[in-house]
């Protein structure tokens, strides 16, 4: 009986040690990872930057008969979208470039 108090005692031990073990490593590789989802606000506003630009370029292919006569540059307006988008393509402007694309087609 002796024995199979102590032998319970170390198997109760070992896997609290395994548990404690688990969850700190487990926090640690979470904290220390970049992940991509973490955007940082200076990501976000040069995205934002970006896409305001690309969105300027549009309006000017629109407005300036000059500018918009070469097609060069109507596929230049599709580029730019299409960086923005490819870049993260799940942030929340995803969906805006891909309209936009499709409007400059």
């Known amino acids: 009986m002796v024995y199979n108090?102590?032998?319970?005692?170390?198997?109760?031990?070992?896997?609290?040690?395994?548990?404690f073990f688990?969850?700190?490593c487990g926090s640690g590789f979470t904290v220390g990872q970049n992940n991509k989802n973490n955007k940082s606000s200076e990501d976000i506003s040069s995205a934002?930057?970006?896409?305001?630009?690309a969105?300027?370029?549009y309006y000017r292919l629109e407005r300036d008969e000059k500018f918009s006569s070469n097609r060069n540059n109507?596929?230049?307006?599709?580029r730019k979208f299409r960086r923005l988008y490819?870049?993260?393509s799940?942030?929340?402007?995803?969906?805006?470039?891909?309209?936009n694309m499709a409007r400059i087609h």
């Open 5 to 19: 108090l102590q032998h319970w005692k170390k198997r109760l031990i070992f896997l609290l040690l395994a548990c």
């Open 22 to 24: 688990v969850i700190l």
């Open 48 to 53: 934002k930057l970006a896409y305001r630009k």
């Open 55 to 57: 969105k300027d370029f």
């Open 74 to 78: 109507w596929l230049t307006g599709v």
């Open 86 to 88: 490819i870049l993260d």
């Open 90 to 99: 799940k942030s929340t402007l995803a969906p805006s470039c891909l309209y």
